[in-house]
């Protein structure tokens, strides 16, 4: 928090305070923050905009798929038409992949927090050069400079 204040000063303007169960910290960013290029690439609040993005965006996921879950299990097997059986098992295949990519996903999110934590998000795995923010805007997890 010091870091925070020092490098954007005592008046960084109206502080919204969020609670993130899985860190168990009070974090401070401004309200309408976005990072933009025209600031130091990864500072302070970059990063805490970032985790922040990461930790709600997981935290979606993770709802929704026991929503799918509770769903699931609430859904009769025992349909009366062979084409109702025939829909509700497609329906569910399909669920069953989605979950399966957001698993995937959620392994990806899991791994931009930890090189969050050490220093490594934002910057390209080969090259070590920054990704820039308005494509770790557009893929928080990205981690090659390189893709198109």
Not at 9 to 37: C, D, H, M, W
Request: net charge neutral; with cysteine.
């Amino acid at each position: 928090m010091t870091s925070f204040l020092n490098f954007f000063g005592r008046n960084a303007g109206i502080l919204a305070v969020f609670r993130q169960k899985n860190y168990g910290e009070l974090t401070n960013l401004p309200k309408e923050y976005k990072p933009s290029e025209n600031e130091p690439f990864m500072n302070p609040l970059q990063r805490e905009y970032f985790r922040l993005k990461l930790v709600r965006w997981k935290e979606d996921l993770l709802k929704e798929s026991k929503e799918t879950l509770c769903h699931l299990q609430k859904e009769s097997w025992a349909e009366p038409d062979i084409s109702d059986k025939a829909s509700f098992e497609e329906t569910f295949a399909v669920e069953l992949k989605t979950r399966d990519r957001e698993r995937k996903l959620i392994s990806k999110i899991n791994d931009a927090l930890q090189r969050l934590q050490k220093g490594d998000y934002g910057y390209c795995k080969e090259t070590g050069e920054p990704i820039g923010v308005r494509r770790l805007e557009a893929w928080d997890t990205d981690t090659d400079l390189q893709r198109s």
